[in-house]
């Protein structure tokens, strides 16, 4: 079993400075951070598709209006045709990471045919690619003042309308964004 680490189950919160587009404003939760690097889903990029589309694609329909017209998420740019489900405990889904007591990633069917029948967990969300960071990478660009780190909140990742996710997660810190300098002092 992986030794968790003082990342795993934190949000990522892009600083204003920066740029590089995938990642500008964005907030990204930390499922698995470690010696191999560091690997999070993205919880406020919205795709072009709905949670019925990826179903359909699936060979999987729903009759739930609320399942159908589900948002799906960009997780980030490393492998875009994967699936990931972010999900509060609960269920024995097939392969179900526990990022912390109360939430839980998992790439399997079964949830999703369980979402569709209107059986899955009590909140989940899907989205589409994850990003990723080599060993070490992450810890510079956090050196680098790319990024603030908070701990995971439910109540953010499954309720917090997405356009509010960015600042809602710097005020878990009491953080107001657009009050920050764009560069970092370093004694």
Do not use: K
């Not at 079993?1 to 740029?19: D, F, H, K, Y």
């Not at 590089?20 to 795709?47: K, Y």
């Not at 790439?107 to 994850?130: C, E, F, K, M, Q």
């Amino acid at each position: 079993m992986a030794v968790a680490t003082p990342l795993s189950n934190q949000l990522l919160i892009a600083m204003p400075s920066l740029r590089d587009p995938t990642f500008a404003r964005g907030v990204a939760l930390l499922c698995q951070h470690g010696e191999d690097g560091a690997m999070g889903l993205m919880i406020n990029r919205l795709s072009e598709y709905r949670l019925g589309d990826v179903l359909a694609q699936m060979n999987l329909q729903s009759n739930l209006s609320e399942v159908v017209d589900a948002p799906v998420l960009i997780g980030g740019p490393v492998q875009p045709e994967r699936g990931f489900v972010l999900h509060t405990a609960g269920g024995a889904w097939e392969s179900s990471f526990a990022i912390s007591e109360q939430i839980s990633v998992t790439t399997s069917r079964d949830i999703l045919i369980a979402i569709a029948a209107g059986n899955g967990p009590r909140h989940a969300l899907v989205a589409l690619g994850y990003s990723g960071w080599s060993p070490g990478q992450l810890e510079q660009e956090l050196v680098d003042n790319h990024w603030l780190t908070a701990p995971a909140d439910e109540g953010l990742l499954f309720e917090t309308p997405l356009d509010e996710r960015w600042q809602a997660a710097a005020h878990l810190l009491g953080v107001n964004l657009s009050q920050l300098a764009s560069h970092a002092g370093h004694a």
